[in-house]
């Protein structure tokens, strides 16, 4: 088990590479520049323009920037152009949040999406069935910044009950969450669905009931089980998505969080930021996947690593 | 990702026939899909406020309404202390170092951090701030300031002379990467402190616009103990001599200010004496239109800064609101129109152009009345503002029709015109900031036979886009409560790099400009200004489109809060009622 995990965290080592050299390259074919977005209304002269772009180094030859941009973001010594703050902490300065909207989100779309899910597989081809698929598929045909609106508006503007925006308590941590919740329940809940209809057709549930077992317990604790891994395996994937900063629920909410951080930077072609930012979240989607890797053998004691 | 698919990938699972590895590519194709898309389309389109043109500029255009620009006036017996504000801002500030930062929104915030040497009244006249007295010596190239005693910045540190001397020598040092400030100070040379309270700041040559440079908050005295201590850490920590010191910023949430109890030097503009009213004054960041609506009528703020021209009307009727408004001196939205590119290299093009504009039509319809038309290239509340400019190119769709018919601008089947084999078509990098009438806009010039491609880009592009000559037009406003904004949109010598994105260059007209920006006597700058104007409407080198109209939300138990000359929200008077 522990040589897996040493083999797996070496191997992320190649994929980061890759995704660092694959921004660096994009940032730099979109257009716009940043030294002009810096100094566009000072009536600088394009020698001061070019002055500046010497200093912050953006005249060297690409590889040479790109390996200065690896060395300085390893040592923590990157800075953002724009803030003049080090690109690694302003970047975890603003993880928590998104953890946290991440989390929630997971929590309610699991539990949403599992009970519909097991709804609808034990009374299959039933109106429960095409009532939870249904709801399920609305969830994702609903454009994700639409829902947020009527939500803010009906609940914050009309009710009163919930606040608008902003990030920090947990009642500003409701809608969001349930915004973004409201899109991983339709994928969710079929394959849980699905997962559990095939599970209920094996051999083993019929020695179950046959031994006696309570409806319930067949299908909780001996389908369900079963079939679980591939549900996890969804979870894991989408975590490592959530994680990466829902940038429209960031955005209509006005919470603080990377995704707003990102596109932020991106807007006003903060490279460092941009390389930075979308790096660190390489790492943490690879530690997901790791993770969720290793749940397998948690779950299934057959999966030996 | 139908039953089938899912079914059968839990089946091939279940059953031993799959490898974890094709299951895992077949979860990923499902779970990666379907959210991924909505975020490409985030990143596509969405409101991208002009960030990058940041500075004084504002390409938002608001609202309409009559120009209320103060909320209900108390009697200062009546106002009394306490009271925390929430404002609602449209972007969230790079940085709060006035030498460095070009963004109209830090100004909003750093207006009260800092204090200027000369305030601004809203009847446009100078008064005493940070300088009791100052005088502009006969060649112009020095103004001496006798500076106030006994005002300390936020750390204790005293203000004087040298404060002054190192506020302007760290906007033009270029090691502090000046976005905009060192704009303002022109052909500065440096500031000479004979004692703490007098200061002479010397040009290179005279520079008119000086003091109103000086009323600005990029102007604003900075404590030169914070910034030398450490500079990168004063843009995220300001300390001034303000009505409010600065508290905290959490990225992407808020920044807080908090009374300075030792306030007692404020200007005779404001209605009272003393500290500021209001305890606290915290500003958070909203992009997204719609949000900050919400978030004023939920009450997270009260009061918000931009109200979309559809909902004004509706919070200008509530009586729970206050509403401010009033349109920006300095540039409005204007078209501006390459003369090196094709087909706007032809005067008699471009002069359709405006004929073929229905302003009118523009604002009523797209912009729901909520703004007035402009006629030219300054905004009429702009000192040095040309009257002239009014009677120029008045909408007529037939005339401009006849105009380039005339000139040899045949229209071919599909309506579009063409001459010697050159099609009549005009691209434009368009903004989001224009979604509201470009299709209009489209419409009206095809009437006339013009072809208009609208290409939709962020800010940044559109800018790079017009500059390169990739695009014959751009959309820009500036805002300015000094004409010689003009020199950095016509001036040839901003031409590569800069924003005369006309690329019109003419002696005639940079000497007017370079005469005027030397002039100190107000009525021989309103000529230079007025010729300059003229030569720009001869030339047809923009199309004027509308006033950009400043709009304030703020919850009416709040009062004492006044829109200044440029536009910005004046909090010293603040309280709640």
């Known amino acids: 088990m522990a040589q897996y995990v040493a083999r797996r965290l070496v191997a992320m080592v190649p994929v980061l590479l890759l995704v660092s050299i694959l921004v660096f390259l994009m940032i730099y074919l979109t257009p716009g520049d940043p030294v002009q977005i810096m100094l566009g209304q000072s009536g600088a002269s394009a020698a001061q323009v070019a002055q500046v772009r010497h200093e912050l180094g953006l005249d060297r030859p690409l590889p040479v920037q790109y390996l200065k941009f690896l060395e300085n973001l390893l040592s923590g010594q990157e800075r953002s152009i724009a803030t003049q703050q080090p690109v690694v902490s302003e970047f975890l300065g603003l993880f928590p949040s998104t953890l946290q909207l991440a989390m929630a989100s997971l929590v309610i779309a699991v539990a949403l999406g599992i009970a519909l899910g097991v709804l609808a597989a034990t009374h299959p081809r039933t109106w429960v069935d095409y009532l939870s698929m249904a709801v399920s598929f609305m969830g994702v045909s609903v454009p994700n910044f639409w829902l947020a609106l009527l939500l803010i508006y009906l609940f914050a503007v009309q009710l009163n009950w919930l606040p608008a925006t902003g990030g920090g308590s947990w009642r500003q941590l409701v809608l969001p969450a349930v915004v973004l919740a409201v899109q991983q329940v339709a994928l969710i809940a079929r394959l849980v669905r699905a997962s559990m209809l095939e599970a209920l057709q094996e051999d083993y549930i019929k020695t179950a009931r046959a031994k006696g077992l309570p409806e319930r317990a067949v299908r909780l604790r001996h389908a369900f089980r079963n079939a679980l891994l591939p549900i996890v395996t969804l979870l894991g994937l989408n975590f490592g998505y959530l994680l990466s900063g829902a940038v429209i629920v960031e955005i209509v909410f006005a919470r603080p969080g990377i995704g707003r951080l990102i596109v932020d930077a991106i807007q006003a072609k903060d490279f460092p930021l941009v390389q930075g930012a979308i790096l660190m979240t390489a790492v943490v989607y690879l530690v997901v996947n790791l993770l969720t890797d290793l749940s397998y053998a948690v779950i299934d004691p057959r999966i030996r690593y | ?577």
């Open chain 2, 1 to 577: 990702m139908d039953e089938q698919t899912n079914g059968a990938a839990a089946s091939g699972w279940a059953s031993g026939q799959w490898s974890r590895r094709s299951l895992l590519r077949r979860a990923a194709v499902v779970a990666i899909a379907v959210p991924g898309i909505p975020t490409l389309l985030a990143a596509c389109g969405g409101q991208t406020p002009s960030t990058s043109g940041g500075g004084a500029q504002s390409t938002s255009a608001g609202s309409s309404g009559s120009s209320s620009a103060s909320t209900a006036a108390t009697s200062a017996a009546n106002a009394k202390p306490g009271g925390s504000l929430v404002i609602g801002l449209n972007l969230e500030p790079d940085n709060l170092d006035p030498a460095v930062t070009p963004f109209a929104v830090s100004h909003t915030v750093m207006m009260n951090i800092y204090d200027p040497l000369v305030w601004r009244g809203d009847d446009g006249n100078f008064v005493p701030g940070l300088a009791d007295k100052w005088e502009a010596s006969s060649d112009g190239l020095n103004y001496s300031f006798t500076l106030k005693s006994n005002v300390k910045f936020h750390d204790g540190t005293a203000f004087n002379a040298d404060a002054v001397k190192f506020t302007l020598d760290h906007i033009v040092d270029p090691a502090s990467h000046s976005g905009f400030a060192a704009n303002l100070l022109g052909p500065y040379d440096h500031t000479e402190v004979s004692d703490p309270t007098t200061a002479k700041v010397v040009f290179k040559q005279p520079f008119a616009p000086f003091l109103d440079g000086a009323s600005q908050a990029f102007l604003g005295i900075v404590s030169p103990t914070a910034v030398q201590k450490d500079g990168k850490a004063f843009l995220r920590n300001p300390i001034g001599t303000g009505f409010m010191k600065f508290k905290e910023w959490a990225e992407k949430d808020h920044i807080t200010l908090v009374r300075n109890p030792d306030y007692n030097w404020s200007a005779s503009i404001f209605a009272h004496k003393g500290t500021a009213y209001l305890d606290q004054v915290t500003f958070r960041f909203y992009t997204d239109d719609p949000t900050r609506l919400a978030a004023l009528e939920s009450g997270d703020v009260q009061d918000i800064e931009t109200i979309a021209y559809s909902d004004l009307q509706r919070i200008k009727s509530d009586s729970k609101y206050t509403v401010l408004t009033g349109y920006t001196p300095g540039i409005p939205a204007i078209l501006m129109l390459d003369t090196t590119k094709a087909p706007t290299t032809d005067l008699t093009v471009r002069q359709a152009l405006n004929y073929a504009t229905d302003r009118n039509a523009i604002v009523t319809t797209a912009l729901f009345g909520a703004s007035t038309p402009a006629t030219g290239p300054l905004w009429s509340s702009t000192p040095g503002y040309s009257k002239a400019v009014e009677s120029y190119y008045p909408h007529d769709a037939s005339k401009a029709g006849q105009v380039l018919q005339q000139a040899g601008w045949v229209a071919g089947a599909d309506g579009i015109r063409a001459k010697g084999g050159q099609r009549l078509s005009v691209t434009w990098s368009e903004t989001p900031s224009a979604d509201a009438y470009a299709e209009l806009l489209q419409a009206q010039w095809r009437q006339a036979g013009v072809e208009l491609q609208i290409q939709k880009m962020t800010t940044a592009a559109a800018f790079q886009a017009i500059e390169k000559s990739q695009v014959n037009t751009a959309t820009i406003g500036w805002i300015s409560s000094d004409p010689v904004i003009l020199s950095n949109l016509f001036l040839s010598t901003n031409i590569n790099g800069g924003y005369a994105w006309t690329k019109y260059a003419n002696s005639q007209m940079d000497d007017l400009l370079n005469q005027a920006q030397r002039a100190l006597d107000e009525a021989q700058r309103a000529n230079l200004y007025g010729q300059v104007q003229k030569i720009i409407m001869d030339q047809a080198l923009i199309v004027p489109l509308y006033g950009q109209l400043r709009t304030i939300g703020i919850l009416s138990k709040f009062q004492g809060i006044k829109l200044d000359f440029r536009r910005y929200q004046w909090l010293f008077d603040a309280h709640t009622a």
